[in-house]
């Protein structure tokens, strides 16, 4: 035999170099929260604005040749979950025309994300290639109350693709940052979190970035007369349908230099390499052969490598198979083969006695052992365990084996509540860790299932009861073929339930809730619905988590209520309770004028929730659109920026929930350099010059308070100055001006009130 050392480095034979198959990228989608919470700020900036930027700047760098495709929420409409869009359909070249829509969105609506990943999802099945969402989202789930569910069940449904969730700027917000990361764990994505711009671009770039490497898979097939006496190589898009080569294969792959990178014996060979150049050597023991190629390995090239071997001419092994007499239906036993010759390929399987050759059930291939385990089937009877080559099927060796029937018992309460979790225990030989205990209605068919609970080589398990009462039957059931091996009959009935709430709760406020009953799952949950609506609906939630008392949020209307307790399994409605929701009484009390850009203090009382913010919005904006705000935490003051274009204004109480307007008081905003007066009638020239001396006047009554005339530069606290002037009776003063340019303000104080009575802006000029 030619050492496969030596053949490394030989010359290149006549194989044939492999045809560089395109292969298609796999498709992304964008999927960018556009809800009205993105109107918040970062150091000053507009969420949505920062992600206008940094998107813009990511989709300008993705490969043209990979399809891109863009869907947003919350976008067109205020307080539906179904607003929701596919704007851009996966295809090349859409950079532009994505960068162009981010650029024009306009956020209001609700937070649907788990709804929008399943829309991307859906909108790349038609993709037979894995594909990727990125979903970049500021806030909490306010649609779905279980993403984690939602994201399994794509994945269950089959529908392949990966999911990258970025938090943006959600830090301290941990069911937020809880249900985004589970959305990633179950697609197999991953969870990051951006608090700024520059973190924002580089998660972003982090999870578009391609690859630096990939997996190949490297398989020598058995060819026909048709390719001649060498080994010919090939690059399909998919693996090839042909017979795989008997006996030991080896592999080695070098770099061009003939420095080896990666060795292996198996086949199909699967790996992981860096996107290059590489010489590919296989080395076939059955046929004492090797065979050699080049092959270019990227990003978009095909995955699949063949080496075609001419056909073997030499006799089919002999063998052997051995197995118990009897086992045991649904069990798993061990078989035991020899023979020379055999491939890793072949296989062992047990059939009926009278089956034909060729046929099989459960199997296992020899992969170079002597050794393997089958499963028995699930009906008791007289069955053959053979052994067969995987080309062609033949049957090289075969034993009998008599499948028989055990002693298998399954027991339960005779009686649980609906929707509780309840203990099943169970004796029986040769039960497989895949058979499992199911509770169905009595009557039910057999092989019927609901919950379950698999055997896992215990002897006791969980279920969870029907939501619905009534005669139900707990039964063993073989996982090969849903045979029922036990039964026993279970009692479901209701349960003494009770739920409490305040009878009056103020709109958006958070309130207690309490509740007691035997058998409640972690998982039901306490919510509050409109009076009237169908059983089953479902809004702010609170799951049970073996507590006794939770938290629920009112909505931002006013009305009847019912604070309802339901079971997770159905929705099942066990408990109810009315809630009258009333109107708050919040005020809010700030300057009537301000100069643009300047700070100014607003107050207000009668706060609701911590959640809740103050936003400043031009005259006539609709409810619930703002560009910017504050949440009130807290406080029941804070200081605010005006907006840097005068003009008239509103600033607004908003519950952070349903983003109703509770209380609102109207702001001018003048222009940065306009005089302002509060009664004081203080007269001052707009300009001067650095030095001068200049008369100030004020028509304001003299009084018994203490007040001042003040000057101080333009951006100093109110009550700080460079100069100061005692008021008394006279009803005007001289102040010689500071010798440095720049903007200056009059003003005049009344310390006993500390209060501003008026203002005026003078400007030292050069």
């Known amino acids: 035999m030619r050492s496969l050392v030596t053949a490394g480095f030989i010359a290149l034979t006549s194989a044939l170099a492999p045809a560089a198959l395109a292969q298609e990228r796999p498709s992304t989608i964008l999927v960018l929260d556009a809800s009205g919470s993105m109107w918040g700020q970062i150091d000053g900036v507009n969420k949505i604005t920062i992600a206008r930027d940094v998107v813009g700047d990511i989709v300008s760098d993705f490969p043209v040749d990979q399809n891109l495709g863009f869907v947003t929420y919350g976008h067109r409409e205020r307080g539906q979950c179904a607003d929701i869009e596919t704007l851009v359909e996966p295809a090349h070249g859409t950079a532009a025309e994505i960068a162009g829509i981010v650029e024009g969105l306009n956020p209001r609506g609700m937070t649907p994300m788990t709804d929008a990943v399943i829309t991307a999802a859906q909108a790349l099945r038609h993709t037979e290639q894995a594909a990727t969402v990125i979903l970049v989202s500021d806030g909490i789930e306010t649609c779905n109350p279980d993403p984690c569910a939602a994201a399994r069940a794509l994945e269950e449904a089959g529908v392949d693709f990966t999911a990258h969730v970025i938090g943006f700027d959600v830090r301290g ?204 089937p ?27 029937d055990s002693e298998v018992t399954v027991s339960a309460p005779a009686q649980v509540v609906v929707g509780s979790a309840f203990p099943v225990t169970w004796q029986g030989e040769g039960l497989h860790p895949r058979d499992y205990v199911t509770i169905v209605p009595a009557g039910s068919a057999d092989g019927t299932y609901a919950d379950y609970d698999r055997m896992q080589g215990r002897s006791e398990g969980e279920l969870r009861a029907p939501a619905e009462p009534g005669l139900y ?23 003494e339930v009770t739920v409490s709430a305040p009878a009056q709760v103020v709109v958006g406020s958070a309130f207690p809730v309490t509740w007691q009953g035997e058998g409640l799952h972690p998982r039901d949950y306490v ?122 204004y509103e600033i607004r109480y908003h519950l952070d929930r349903g983003d109703r307007v509770m209380a609102r008081r109207p702001l001018e905003v003048l222009a940065a350099d306009a005089p302002i007066d509060e009664g004081a009638g203080l007269m001052v020239p707009g300009t001067a010059r650095p030095g001068d001396i200049v008369t100030v006047s004020w028509t304001i009554e003299a009084g018994d308070a203490d007040r001042r005339v003040a000057l101080a530069r333009a951006d100093a606290p109110d009550f700080t100055w460079i100069t100061v002037h005692r008021v008394g009776d006279e009803t005007e003063t001289v ?24 203002r005026a802006m003078i400007t030292l000029g050069e």
Not at 276 to 293: C, E, K, L, P, R
Not at 382 to 404: F, H, I, N, S, W
Not at 591 to 606: K, Q
């Open 527 to 648: 919510t509050i619905v409109p009076a009237g609506s169908a059983d089953g609906t479902y809004a702010d939630y609170d799951r049970m988590q073996g507590r006794s008392e939770g938290e629920l949020r009112a909505p931002a209307e006013p009305g009847l209520y019912e604070v309802r307790l339901q079971l997770d399994a159905g929705d099942r409605v066990l408990a109810r309770t009315p809630v009258e929701v009333m109107d708050g009484d919040v005020s809010l009390d700030g300057p009537d004028r301000a100069r643009a850009g300047a700070e100014i203090t607003l107050s207000w009382t009668g706060a609701i929730h911590p959640r809740d913010y103050i936003a400043i919005v031009p005259g006539g904006t609709p409810d619930g659109e703002q560009s910017g705000y504050r949440r009130i935490q807290d406080e029941d003051q804070a200081t605010f920026t005006a907006p840097a274009e005068p003009g008239a």
């Open 378 to 404: 699930a009906e008791p009877g007289l069955y053959e365990v053979r052994l067969q080559l995987d080309a062609g099927d033949r049957v090289l060796a075969r034993t009998p084996v008599e499948v028989v």
């Open 173 to 376: 917000e941990a069911d937020a940052l809880l249900q985004m990361q589970c959305i990633a764990e179950e697609t197999g994505g991953r969870f990051l979190t951006a608090d700024n711009a520059q973190e924002l671009n580089e998660a972003l770039r982090e999870v578009t970035a391609a690859p630096a490497s990939g997996s190949f898979t490297f398989t020598a097939n058995l060819g026909g007369e048709e390719i001649g006496d060498e080994t010919v190589w090939e690059r399909p898009a998919a693996p090839l349908e042909l017979p795989l080569l008997s006996g030991e294969v080896i592999w080695e792959i070098s770099d061009t230099s003939f420095n080896m990178v990666q060795t292996g014996t198996a086949n199909p060979f699967i790996t992981d390499l860096p996107f290059g150049d590489y010489i590919v050597t296989v080395h076939s023991t059955a046929q004492d052969d090797f065979s050699q190629t080049e092959a270019s390995l990227a990003l978009d090239s095909a995955r699949n490598v063949h080496a075609i071997f001419p056909p073997i001419t030499s006799q089919q092994p002999t063998a052997q198979v051995f197995g118990p007499a009897q086992t045991l239906v649904g069990s798993a036993f061990t078989v035991s083969w020899e023979g020379e010759g055999l491939a890793p390929r072949d296989y062992v399987t047990i059939v009926p006695a009278d089956a034909e050759d060729g046929a099989y059930a459960d199997y296992d291939r020899l992969e170079d052992r002597t050794e393997g385990e089958l499963r028995a």
């Open 473 to 495: 039957e707990v039964r063993l059931q073989l996982d090969v073929g849903d045979r029922v091996l036990a039964r026993t009959p279970v009692e479901v009935v209701d349960a």
């Open 735 to 758: 102040i010689k001006l500071p010798d440095e340019p720049g903007q200056y303000e009059v003003r005049f104080l009344d310390l006993q009130s500390q209060s501003v009575l008026g």
